[in-house]
């Protein structure tokens, strides 16, 4: 009650009068829980465009925007990669749950603050597990990454110069590549990469190193197209807020327990 409170207070600051009729599109990966999920979406399947989307994501847009007047519109744009499109072609207003590189600071402005922290991971074969303590020690390994994957600018050019990964059309055909041998690794957001085992079954056949890749952030990027684009001060500070105020964290293992991981354990 606090938050939403504050967040009107802000609104009133800020003199937002925004018509009640203005929707903010937002898009997101279909498969990418906690952050933006399909509910009950089986490996495999591809939701319709305009498919509904739930997650931390959508959560935070509407305690950011609602108390401005505008309603927010969290739907599936197509794959990963087409809803980046959507956003830098500013058919969609804001690119949920994404990390910051170069190609998308291009086309979208980027707060300060972040939607939430996810550790870039390493996840292995049960079994194969390997040393890890810095980056190089990947090389000479095949690994694997869903069209669009980025896991910050560090990551991408590391592998990208080291030509490490294989792309894949969606997260699932990674996981039943590491799962039988085809490739030795996933870089994948650790929260995300563990709603992913829980789904496929894979929790007794791959586990995330113990290491981080990169200690990661997820953000709401608006695109620059979009009429909403000088929000973003109202956006850095909700954001700011909710992370300081614990309502981030609370909101992160909601959606986790949703999708049957639990972080106490």
Known sequence: ??????????????????????????????????????????????????????????????????????????????????????????????????????????????????????????????????????????????????????GGAKLDAFFKENNLIEPAPDAEKNYMKLATGRIDFIPKGLYSGLVIMQKMGYGAKIVPLKVPADAGFTYLPLSKKSRFADKLPQVEAVLKKLNADGTIDKLLRKHLAANGVDLAK
Not at 46 to 57: Q, S
Not at 133 to 142: H, N, T, Y
């Open 1 to 150: 009650m606090r938050v939403q409170l504050a967040v009107l207070a802000l609104a009133v600051v800020w003199g937002a009068h925004a018509s009640a009729s203005e929707t903010l599109v937002a898009c997101g990966d279909p498969d990418y829980a906690p952050f933006t999920y399909v509910p009950n979406l089986k490996p495999g399947d591809t939701p319709a465009v305009g498919t509904k989307l739930e997650g931390v994501a959508p959560d935070v847009l509407r305690l950011i925007f609602e108390p401005l007047g505008i309603k927010v519109d969290a739907i599936v744009q197509g794959n990963w990669k087409r809803c980046q499109l959507s956003v830098e072609d500013g058919n969609s207003d804001v690119l949920m749950a994404a990390f910051k590189n170069d190609t998308r600071a291009g086309y979208a402005h980027f707060t300060q603050s972040p939607l939430s922290p996810e550790p870039s991971s390493i996840f292995v074969q049960k079994g194969q597990e390997f040393k890890f303590d810095k980056l190089e020690d990947l090389i000479g390994k095949r690994g694997g990454a869903q069209n669009g994957y980025s």
